[in-house]
């Protein structure tokens, strides 16, 4: 069997070409005859590597100059804590809780100050995102945080909360470099690269320069400030060095495919043809509401959980691999990333089409 489609929400899906390209340099990169996981990260091969994909990211993102961008390890996971211990000056911080991470990185911050819950759509298992516009925001909060796209739950913050003049903190994970985004509106953009960027092991904070300060709460490690990051250029200690090469060829790839806006067109046009499908279905139906759809990871069910593993053994034997949805909230989930290609998901909703007319009673 050869390369089969992979709808896993991460580690995710790459561009073949990426993969093919990594391949082709593996044994002897550009004339270094090593492989760039062998090389220091202080030479100038790997200089010249992680510069280009600084400035490949700041040109996808159009991110102003007063951004610093940093490529970090501890995941996603390990923002939950660094967003505190970094910007909680006043010790207080508003959370919208639209799903696990989102609850996950409140209940980090409550270790490290007054983590306010100041909306949640838990009361609808995380089906929709809550209105945003008028928020009880804490006048002393330090700032505002989201996670923009709920990769399990499978909802997008389609307008930015109002934070009433507070600083946005956004987990984008899984909608990185998949739309334009104004990096203005937010003071820090953050995500692990695993579920649309890149290799598991690099998360990119992009974070405006006001907030890297050495006033940080006592006991932060060296390791955890921005500030020890920033002023490194990300080659504090040594880097997550291959992920941030293959980061690199992905913001080449994404360049090439026409930007961001085109990533959006496409990454449209492909959700389109699963929404539609759903959406007149009698075996399957989407689990989020309308206006909140994530345009990168779209749970489903048929409402009988038999019927449900039947289909994601069968789809598996098909080559449709990784759609069983997250264990905590079962039916399946089609992960659609930049780099899931529309025929893809074209043949995804053709199977579904053929398990619908096999199985309908
Ligand atoms: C996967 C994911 C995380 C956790 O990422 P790790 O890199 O495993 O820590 C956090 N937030 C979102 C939105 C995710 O999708």
């Known amino acids: 069997m050869g390369r089969v489609y992979n709808f896993s929400a991460g580690p995710a899906v790459l561009p073949e070409e990426v993969l093919k390209e990594a391949a082709e340099e593996m044994l002897d990169y550009k004339g270094s005859g090593m492989s760039v996981m062998e090389m220091s990260h202080r030479s100038k091969e790997f200089a010249a590597i992680i510069e280009e994909a600084e400035q490949d990211i700041r040109d996808l993102m159009q991110i102003p100059d007063n951004y610093k961008v940093l490529f970090l390890q501890g995941g996603a996971s390990q923002q939950f804590a660094m967003i505190p211990m970094n910007l909680m000056k006043n010790g207080v911080a508003d959370y919208i809780i639209t799903g696990q991470w989102a609850k996950k990185a409140y209940q980090e911050a409550q270790k490290f100050g007054k983590a306010n819950a100041v909306a949640s759509s838990a009361d609808k298992t995380f089906s929709y995102i809550p209105d945003c516009s008028d928020l009880p925001i804490d006048e002393d909060a330090d700032y505002v945080y989201i ?149 990168m990871n779209v749970p489903f069910v048929t409402g009988d959980e038999e019927l449900d593993a039947k289909f994601v053994a069968e789809a598996k034997k098909a080559g449709f691999v990784n759609l069983k949805g997250h264990r905590t909230v079962g039916g399946m989930r089609a992960s659609i990333y930049n780099a899931m290609p529309i025929e893809g998901v074209e043949k995804l909703v053709a199977f579904m089409k053929q398990f619908e007319a096999e199985n309908l009673k």
């Open 147 to 295: 996670c923009e796209n709920n990769t399990i739950y499978g909802t997008k913050f389609k307008t930015l909360p109002n934070t009433k003049g507070k600083t946005l903190v956004a987990d984008v994970s899984s909608c990185f470099l998949s739309e334009p985004v104004d990096v203005t509106k937010y003071g820090v953009i953050y995500g692990g690269v695993q579920k649309n960027v890149g290799p598991a092991g690099v998360v990119i904070v992009i974070i405006r320069e006001d907030l890297i300060t050495e006033d940080v709460l006592p006991g932060t490690p060296t390791m955890l400030q921005y500030k020890t990051h920033a002023d490194a250029k990300s080659l504090y200690n040594t880097p997550p060095a291959y992920g941030i090469y293959i980061c690199g060829k992905v913001f080449k790839w994404i360049k090439k495919q026409g930007g961001l806006a085109a990533m959006k067109e496409r990454n449209e046009k492909k959700a389109k043809i699963l929404y539609d499908f759903l959406d007149q279905s009698k075996l399957f139906k989407g689990t989020v509401v309308k206006e909140d759809r994530s345009l």
